[in-house]
C-alpha cells in the first residue's frame, strides 16, 4: 500500500449523494486524479457519475489532512476506435473519398485502423519532506483513508476539465 502524507496537496469531500469519499491528489501542474472510495457497493457510484457530479467534486472539494492509502496498480487497456468514431459520426475518413489535404499532398489516404492504448501504473515514490523539520508535534490524528475495497480513479486536466482516463479497480488486495 503506498501513503501520502503531504496535507497540503490533498483535497477531499464526502459525498452524501453517492456515498463515496472523493480524494484529489495532483500529478503536475495540470494533471490530478480523484480517487473515489465508495461506502459499499461500486455500481451505485458508477451509476451517479455525470458531467454535473464531476463539477460538483471539483467545485466542493477542500484542503485536508489525511492519511491516505492506497495500492499500487497497473491499468491497460486496447481499443480500436474505428467503430467509436463511425458511432460519433466520423465515417469518411475510413473511405477513398477522405480529405486529408491539411496534412498530406497525397489524394488517395484514408484511414484503416484506429487503435488506441491505455496505459496508468501509480507506483511507490519517496518525496522529499519540502525542507519541513524532521520531527514535527501534532497532538491531532488525521482521518485514514484506506483504498482496500472497489474504488475508482478519474484522471483530468486541471486547466480544461477534460477527462483524460476512468478507471476501476475491482480488487485492491490483487493488483
Not at 495500492?71 to 486529408?100: C, M, T, W
Not at 498530406?104 to 489516404?109: A, D, F, G, V
Given at each position: ?10 483535497m ?5 449523494n453517492c ?47 489525511a ?12 481499443y480500436?476506435?474505428e ?13 477513398h ?13 484514408k ?15 519517496k ?11 501534532d ?7 484506506t ?6 480513479l ?12 476512468i478507471?476501476r ?6 493488483v
Amino acid at each position: 500500500m503506498m501513503f501520502v502524507d503531504d496535507s497540503s496537496k490533498v483535497m477531499m469531500l464526502y459525498d452524501t449523494n453517492c456515498s463515496a469519499t472523493v480524494v484529489r491528489l495532483p500529478y503536475s501542474d495540470r494533471l490530478a486524479s480523484l480517487l473515489l472510495l465508495p461506502k459499499a457497493e461500486l455500481q451505485p457510484l458508477e451509476d451517479c457519475l455525470s458531467d454535473s457530479r464531476m463539477s460538483f467534486w471539483l467545485s466542493n472539494l477542500k484542503p485536508g489532512r489525511a492519511e491516505i492509502r492506497f495500492p499500487r496498480f497497473q491499468l491497460r487497456k486496447s481499443y480500436s476506435l474505428e467503430s467509436l468514431l463511425r458511432n460519433a459520426g466520423v465515417s469518411s475518413i475510413f473511405s477513398h473519398s477522405a480529405d486529408f489535404s491539411g496534412i498530406s499532398q497525397k489524394k488517395t489516404l484514408k484511414l484503416i485502423k484506429a487503435p488506441h492504448e491505455v496505459m496508468l501504473e501509480v507506483e511507490e515514490t519517496k518525496s522529499g519532506n519540502g525542507g519541513r523539520p524532521d520531527i514535527m508535534l501534532d497532538f491531532s490524528v488525521p482521518p485514514r483513508i484506506t483504498f482496500d475495497r472497489p474504488f475508482m480513479l478519474i484522471i483530468y486536466d486541471d486547466l480544461t476539465g477534460l477527462i483524460l482516463l476512468i478507471g476501476r479497480i475491482i480488487d485492491p488486495t490483487h493488483v
